[in-house]
């Protein structure tokens, strides 16, 4: 599938980061994540003035029209967070438009940006594709969890920023784009007991993490400790360190299970081991750039730090509050039980 960009000025670009984006269904909800590429090729510092979309069906018939804009005391464009551009730089917007009834066949967002008086506008077609994982997925912990946080429009996953001066070095994707922070809870509710300064007081400190689909080992490291910290300049040589000990599953069919932060000495399985789907393979553990004991989760289509995130829906398990068992889609604040 083709990605249609049409320039008005030729001063300003726009391209959509991933080209065809995914849509995840929650409930009867369809949610799109994925973000512009805002490219200023003129010589003056341009500003974001209005963000537009128009939403149309199979059949060329309009099911929607939304914008941000400058209008107001408080205008809606300020929610897009920084909107400046300088000379021939760009800026990652995160796409406002989130959530649809009904998944649009076609969505033509039209951006304009001013310096002055002077006004530049591009238009940009993406065709959205509703994703479901190939995988059949399991849940990777046994405990009743909290999704501490997730990858919906405010979590740090999705607002992870790639153009970042230093980011931009390492990678050009948001590989963290649908992932999930899974912290076990107790019957209150309470992620920890006790001084949360200490891991072990941390429910889900230690406990085990399991395969969530059949597949082979890829990666496996083993060496960080359960600190809650980790040396940001090593992302430069070993860009894979902000997951600290970390197991990676190539479920052979173009999708891959990362599971971070695992517990220091808790891994069972090596790089070449072929799992199953439930089996034990580390511990929930509190190493690299981990602020709590917890297990980083993501669905990705590849192995590294230069790949997409995947939507991912989870069987045996459901939401506290909707009936059934899977699969489901979960994200942040969301309670989820066997």
């Known amino acids: 599938m083709l990605l249609s960009l049409f320039l008005l000025a030729d001063t300003v670009r726009a391209e959509s980061r991933p080209l065809v984006p995914y ?3 929650r409930g009867a909800t ?4 994925h973000d512009f590429v805002l490219r200023n090729d003129t010589g003056d510092t341009m500003s974001v003035q209005m963000v537009e979309v128009e939403a149309r069906d199979a059949h060329g018939a309009l099911l929607a029209r939304r ?27 995160f796409n ?9 066949a076609r969505l033509a967002y039209r951006f304009v940006l001013k310096a002055g ?27 009743t969890t909290l999704v501490y946080d997730g990858h919906d429009a405010l979590s740090h996953h999705r607002r992870f920023d790639y153009l970042h001066p230093v980011i931009r070095q390492v990678t050009s994707s948001n590989m963290m784009r649908y992932a999930y922070d899974f912290c076990p809870v107790n019957a209150a509710g309470a992620m920890h007991e ?3 300064a200490r891991n072990e007081s941390w429910i889900g400190f230690g406990a085990p993490v399991l395969a969530t689909g059949d597949g082979i080992v890829v990666a496996a490291s083993d060496g960080a400790e359960d600190n809650r910290r980790f040396d940001e300049a090593a992302i430069f040589t070993t860009p894979m360190v902000l997951y600290g000990n970390h197991i990676v599953i190539d479920h052979g069919n173009g999708e891959f299970s990362l599971f971070g932060h695992l517990k220091q000495g808790s891994l069972a399985v090596r790089v070449g081991d072929r799992v199953r789907a439930g089996q034990v393979i580390a511990a929930v553990g509190a190493s690299g750039s981990a602020n709590i004991p917890h297990l980083h ?20 398990v459901r939401r506290a509050g909707i009936s059934g068992r899977g699969p489901v889609q979960v994200d942040t604040g969301d309670l989820v039980t066997r």
């Open 23 to 25: 849509a995840e269904q």
């Open 30 to 33: 369809w949610l799109l994540n």
């Open 67 to 93: 914008f941000l804009d400058d209008n107001g005391t408080r205008p809606s464009i300020e929610a897009l967070g920084p909107r400046r551009i300088a000379p021939h730089d760009s800026l990652l917007v």
């Open 96 to 104: 406002p438009f989130v959530a649809w009834d009904e998944l649009p």
């Open 117 to 143: 008086d002077t006004e530049r506008s591009t238009t940009i077609e993406v065709k959205p594709v509703a994703y479901r994982s190939r995988t059949r997925l399991g849940f990777p912990l046994t405990m």
């Open 194 to 196: 006790g001084d949360p």
């Open 297 to 316: 989760y993501e669905l990705r289509n590849g192995n590294g730090i230069r790949v997409e995130g995947l939507p991912s829906y989870f069987g045996g």
